[in-house]
């Protein structure tokens, strides 16, 4: 049992540097230099120190530490929100992954603000930022000034030279459309997709028109239309079609498992049936999907695999300062559930 300290420290005082160091016998610069430069410490005065560290069971400062390494070990993460099954999945895995790799997440999202100075996001406490990118190259612009590393994630544009992690959106678009054409005309075949300017909207838009377009159809005016990401979105456009005679017999694939549950709803407010009238498939791949009933069919985006990247690259960038910027590029795939089942999709009420 180790032997109880003649000086203990008082209660109510976290334990310091010069606490361990006293208990180890050892100056407080060396104590330092174990925490922040270990290879210079001989290995028998080094596990001394540990030892003491275990048993005093003491947490560095990381603003103290920083003072030594000029690093805080603290990365930021800007989102433009922090609702939502997609953007928790995101926050948890960077954390996850920031942990591993020995840092600590300082994270906003009012830097996605118009008004906000993004590249001011506490740059005297982070050592890099990650921030998602969804909507025009302003903010791009703007961290290209940043004081910090900067890494770039989702669909944004790949010309900025700071690292960038994207998904790519036309993959998943593709397969969706290809299944859809499986067992739909095409010129049933929809894409209900968010707001006009969103960067991933505007990609999935061009692929799926691309994917009907080969496949030898005439893409009409209301087949590929901008919205909201939202249900209520999906929820207005399916009622509006469905009452116009347009919808029976059709297959949707929509900009977000939001919309695609809006659709559903509609569908089944009106007296239809999914998968029997209306084929239904989302993007995102939620958790969403496997709850409703029918299950929803969707594409998945990596998003575990995209904070696990950015961060890593935010780490790499710090230990790399002068490397080229690093293109990361991660596919989309679609996962088929009930609710595109082909097979018996016929039109039936509200078809023309």
């Not at 992690?165 to 005309?185: K, Q, W, Y």
């Not at 239309?225 to 249900?231: A, D, K, L, M, N």
């Not at 935010?314 to 989309?332: F, G, S």
Request: with cysteine; hydrophobic share 40%.
């Amino acid at each position: 049992m180790p032997e109880e300290r003649s000086n203990p420290i008082p209660r109510g005082r976290g334990v310091s540097i010069s606490d361990v160091a006293q208990e180890a016998s050892v100056s407080i610069a060396t104590v330092s230099r174990v925490l922040n430069n270990p290879e210079k410490v001989a290995a028998g005065t080094a596990q001394r120190v540990h030892e003491a560290i275990q048993r005093l069971k003491y947490r560095p400062n990381l603003f103290a530490k920083g003072l030594v390494t000029r690093r805080s070990r603290v990365l930021g993460v800007s989102l433009p929100d922090l609702h939502g099954d997609f953007y928790s999945e995101l926050m948890r895995s960077a954390d996850d992954r920031a942990h591993e790799l020995g840092y600590h997440l300082l994270v906003t999202s009012s830097a996605h603000e118009p008004d906000a100075e993004a590249s001011r996001f506490a740059s005297d406490l982070i050592d890099a930022l990650v921030t998602l990118v969804t909507e025009s190259s302003q903010l791009e612009e703007r961290l290209m000034r940043s004081a910090v590393p900067v890494v770039l994630l989702g669909a944004g544009p790949g010309e900025a030279p700071m690292d960038t992690v994207t998904i790519d959106n036309g993959s998943g678009t593709r397969e969706a459309a290809a299944h859809l054409l499986g067992g739909t005309p095409g010129s049933r075949c929809y894409l209900v997709a968010g707001h006009a300017g969103n960067l991933d909207s505007d990609a999935r838009c061009r692929a799926f028109a691309d994917a009907l377009t080969r496949s030898g159809v005439e893409v009409g005016t209301d087949q590929v239309v901008h919205g909201e990401y939202s249900v209520e979105w999906g929820w207005e456009w399916a009622r509006r079609m469905i009452r116009a005679g347009e919808l029976g017999g059709a297959a949707v694939l929509a900009g977000n498992d939001e919309i695609a549950v809006g659709v559903i709803d509609a569908v089944r407010d009106e007296g239809l049936d999914v998968p029997h009238d209306v084929r239904v498939v989302g993007f995102d791949d939620s958790r969403i999907c496997r709850l409703l009933r029918p299950t929803l069919s969707s594409v998945h985006v990596p998003v575990r695999e995209v904070a696990q990247a950015g961060i890593e690259a935010a780490v790499r960038r710090l230990a790399e300062p002068d490397a080229p910027p690093m293109r990361t590029r991660l596919p989309t795939r679609l996962i088929v559930r009930e609710s595109s089942r082909p097979g018996d999709n016929a039109p039936a009420k509200g078809s023309t």
